[in-house]
Every structure is written in structure tokens, then in C-alpha cells.
Nanobody, 121 residues
Framework: EVQLVESGGGLVQPGGSLRLSCAASGFTFSIYGMSWVRQAPGKGLEWVSAVNNGGGSTSYADSVKGRFTISRDNAKNTLYLQMNSLKPEDTAVYYC??????????????WGKGTLVIVSS
């Protein structure tokens, strides 16, 4: 059974940093691309970032480019999202998602339950 468990969310002041983690199990993590998406209160889902299976290719939404860094440790079956210079508009539930095929994640077929990030003074 595929499981994705996010952690690392919390309350942080504007300008602060957080690192989210996503522990994966139930599939061969190193084969699949992975993504982070978020949902702000009262809004729809927003794609945030993606990484290919090997970790060498990444992509970011314009809203987070230059502030967030996606990475993965295939030996630990874990996906990360380092978030710096956080803004109140980054407040959201953050989800990790598995790509449906090997390589680049051109879609998402499994999701975690999310971790809440609140950016507020």
C-alpha cells in the first residue's frame, strides 16, 4: 500500500524558514518523480514544485521560485521541501504527491494527508 506521510509544518513568522518532509513507503521511491502541492484556506490546490526520480531535475511555481527548494533522499525514501523567506500568502496545507510513472512526475496518483504551515506574526 502506497503511503505518504508529511511532517514539519507549523507556525512561523514572516521571513522565517521551515523544512517539510514526506516519508514514502509501499512503492519503489527511487523510480518515481514526486511533487509538492498546497491548498490555502478557502482556495483551490496549487502546484508548488516537482522533482524527477533521481533528484537532478526540479521545477517550481513562480510564486515560490528562489525561496523554496525541493530535494529527495532515495536512500531514506524521503522527499523534502525547504522553505525560506516565508510570506503570509504561503499559509496552506502542504501535500506531497507521487507521480504515476517513472522519471518526471507528469501527474499525481497518490497523495499524503498534508501538513499545515501558518506564516503569521
Amino acid at each position: 500500500e502506497v503511503q505518504l506521510v508529511e511532517s514539519g509544518g507549523g507556525l512561523v513568522q514572516p521571513g522565517g524558514s521551515l523544512r517539510l518532509s514526506c516519508a514514502a513507503s509501499g512503492f519503489t521511491f527511487s523510480i518515481y518523480g514526486m511533487s509538492w502541492v498546497r491548498q490555502a484556506p478557502g482556495k483551490g490546490l496549487e502546484w508548488v514544485s516537482a522533482v524527477n526520480n533521481g533528484g537532478g531535475s526540479t521545477s517550481y511555481a513562480d510564486s515560490v521560485k528562489g525561496r523554496f527548494t525541493i530535494s529527495r533522499d532515495n536512500a531514506k525514501n524521503t522527499l523534502y521541501l525547504q522553505m525560506n523567506s516565508l510570506k503570509p500568502e504561503d499559509t496552506a496545507v502542504y501535500y506531497c504527491a507521487k507521480g504515476p510513472s517513472s522519471g518526471w512526475p507528469d501527474g499525481m496518483d497518490y497523495w499524503g494527508k498534508g501538513t499545515l504551515v501558518i506564516v503569521s506574526s
